[in-house]
C-alpha cells in the first residue's frame, strides 16, 4: 500500500485504520468534527491542486503588472483575460451577483472592494487583490496585498504584521489541533502588535465549491471549535485593521465593506491542505 507515500494518499472511505480510530475517539469525546465531505478524496485534491496552481500563477503575473496609475478596472480584465486564457473561470465573476471577477480592496476598504474604472492606484496605497478559480469544477481561493509607490513606514508595518497573523495561523492549523486555536493565534499575533480583527468576515472551506464549512474564525480561544482532520482543504485570511475592529457594509452597492473608523485594513489569504503530519500551502 502507498496510502503513508509524501502525504495525504488515502481517501475519506479508505482512512488508515489509526485514523479512521483516533476520528472515533474524538467522536465519543464530543468533539466536533467535519463531515466526511469535507475530507477530500485523492480525485477531489488532484483537481484542487490544478486550479490552485492557475490562481498562484495569475498572482505572480498581477505582481509584475499592479502599480501607481492602474485603475481597479484594469486589474478585473487582467484576472479575466488570464483567468480564461488558461481555460479557467472566476470564481466571483455573478457569485451571488457579484459584478467582478476579482475584489480589489484599497486602505480603508476591508475586503469586497468592486473594480471601477474611475478607481485609480496612488503612491502610498495598500491594496488587496483577492483572487479565486475555478478549474473543471474545483475552486481555489487567495489573496496578496500591494505597497503602491512610497508607503508609510505604520502602513507597512500593518501590512507585515497582517502577513504574519496569517503565517501564524497556517502554523496552528495541525492535524488534531483545534479551530479555535487558529483564531486564537492569530487574534495574539493581531492584539499584541496593537490591532483588531474583523469579526464579521471569516476564511471558510473551500475546494470542491467556493465557499463550504467550516467558517474557520480570525478570533477565539484555544481548545475550542472543530477537530483539525487530515483531509480538510479551508483558507486562512485575516483582515486586521490598524484602529478600531468595526466595519461597515455598503447598502447601495451591496459589497464593499469598510473599516468602521476610516483606518486602514490589510489582509492576506492562503488555502491549506491539513496532512498527517502538519498542512501544506496549496495557493503558493
Ligand atoms: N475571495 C473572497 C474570499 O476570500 C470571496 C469574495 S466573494 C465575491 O472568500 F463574490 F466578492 F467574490
Ligand atoms: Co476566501
Known amino acids: 500500500m502507498n496510502r503513508f507515500i509524501k502525504g495525504f494518499r488515502f481517501t475519506p472511505s479508505n482512512y488508515p485504520d489509526e485514523i479512521e480510530e483516533k476520528i472515533q475517539q474524538y467522536k465519543k469525546r464530543g468533539y466536533k468534527l467535519p463531515s466526511r465531505r469535507l475530507l477530500r478524496t485523492p480525485e477531489q485534491l488532484a483537481g484542487i491542486r490544478e486550479s490552485a496552481r492557475i490562481n498562484t500563477a495569475l498572482l505572480d503575473y498581477l505582481t509584475e503588472h499592479i502599480r501607481e496609475g492602474v485603475s481597479t478596472e484594469e486589474i478585473d480584465r487582467m484576472v479575466y483575460e488570464f483567468t480564461t486564457r488558461h481555460g479557467a473561470t472566476p470564481a466571483p465573476l455573478n457569485y451571488e451577483g457579484y459584478p467582478k471577477s476579482v475584489c480589489v480592496s484599497v486602505n480603508e476598504v476591508v475586503c469586497h472592494g468592486i473594480p471601477s474604472p474611475t478607481q485609480i492606484l496612488r503612491s502610498g496605497d495598500i491594496v488587496n487583490v483577492d483572487v479565486s478559480t475555478i478549474y473543471k469544477g474545483y475552486f481555489s481561493d487567495a489573496s496578496r496585498m500591494f505597497l503602491i509607490g512610497d508607503v508609510s513606514p505604520e502602513a507597512r508595518r500593518l501590512v507585515r504584521v497582517t502577513r504574519q497573523c496569517m503565517e501564524a495561523g497556517i502554523a496552528a492549523a ?111
Not at 483545534?178 to 474583523?198: H, K, P, T
Not at 465557499?211 to 482532520?229: K, Q, S, W
Not at 486562512?236 to 447601495?252: A, H, Q, Y
Request: charged fraction near 20%; glycine fraction near 12%; hydrophobic fraction near 35%.
Open 174 to 284: 495541525q492535524p488534531w489541533n483545534r479551530l479555535g486555536d487558529v483564531g486564537a493565534a492569530i487574534q495574539e499575533m493581531a492584539e499584541s502588535n496593537g490591532y483588531s480583527v474583523v469579526r464579521e468576515l471569516c476564511g471558510h472551506g473551500v475546494g470542491v465549491r467556493f465557499h463550504e464549512d467550516p467558517d474557520v474564525d480570525h478570533y477565539g480561544r484555544r481548545g475550542t471549535g472543530m477537530l483539525i482532520v487530515p483531509g480538510m482543504t479551508f483558507t486562512i485570511e485575516p483582515m486586521i485593521n490598524m484602529g478600531l475592529r468595526n466595519v461597515t457594509f455598503d447598502k447601495r452597492d451591496g459589497w464593499t465593506v469598510r473599516t468602521a473608523d476610516g483606518m486602514p485594513s490589510a489582509q492576506w489569504e492562503n488555502m491549506i491542505l491539513i496532512t498527517e503530519t502538519g498542512n501544506e500551502i496549496l495557493t503558493y
